[in-house]
T-cell receptor, first 114, second 112 residues
């Protein structure tokens, strides 16, 4: 079974621009979560989508948003990029509905904001 | 507010030795505690996980010990190998859910 895939793997953007990252979950997984990983703050939860609805949200500004499609694929968008948004963005999928919800991570998208 | 504190930040162990990484949590509602292993340039990979109704869980060379009263849990890696050199992340969630709160990570190096 293929793992979680994320595209693109690397991205360089300029301050003020916006960016869209994509995540394809493991086949059959209906929940997709997004995390931000930085050297200073570590791994932080952004949000979770299940059945095209946001189910959980972390403490990030409204510039960070996401959505999920009917095939469970998900995208996250960051608008008005800031230098501090430079990070590894990780997507994780899980078989929602089966406790505990083991999460499997993708390789991440490395975003650099200049 | 850091809800999961992880120590040490870095660890050097000799091949064949035991690596021990500790985590402490504050939120008593946490009921699912996974450990992840992350290699440079890769996403975290689930290693082993435990729920608070058991005090220990073992999978191969990896063991989680859980102390509910002390609100602590630890990862033991027996017979540590150079291939185990990676960053280890503890995490916790409530309701076994997908909002994982992570520790700050431990960079493990296993020397020959």
């Amino acid at each position: 079974k293929a793992g979680v895939t994320q595209t693109p793997r690397y991205l360089i953007k300029t301050r003020g621009q916006q960016v869209t990252l994509s995540c394809s979950p493991i086949s059959g997984h209906r929940s997709v979560s997004w995390y931000q990983q930085t050297p200073g703050q570590g791994l932080q939860f952004l949000f979770e989508y299940f059945s095209e609805t946001q189910r959980n949200k972390g403490n990030f500004p409204g510039r960070f948003s996401g959505r999920q499609f009917s095939n469970s694929r998900s995208e996250m968008n960051v608008s008005t990029l800031e230098l501090g948004d430079s990070a590894l963005y990780l997507c994780a999928s899980s078989l929602a509905g089966q406790f505990p919800y083991e999460q499997y991570f993708g390789p991440g998208t490395r975003l650099t904001v200049t | 507010q850091q809800q999961v504190k992880q120590s040490p930040q870095s660890l050097i162990v000799q091949k064949g030795g035991i690596s021990i990484i500790n985590c402490a949590y504050e939120n008593t509602a946490f009921d699912y505690f996974p450990w992840y292993q992350q290699f440079p340039g890769k996403g975290p990979a689930l290693l082993i996980a435990i729920r608070p109704d058991v005090s220990e869980k073992k999978e191969g060379r990896f063991t989680i010990s859980f102390n509910k009263s002390a609100k602590q849990f630890s990862l033991h890696i027996m017979d540590s190998q150079p291939g185990d050199s990676a960053t280890y992340l503890c995490a916790a969630s409530t309701g076994g859910g997908n909002k994982l709160t992570f520790g700050t990570g431990t960079q493990l190096k296993v020397e020959l």
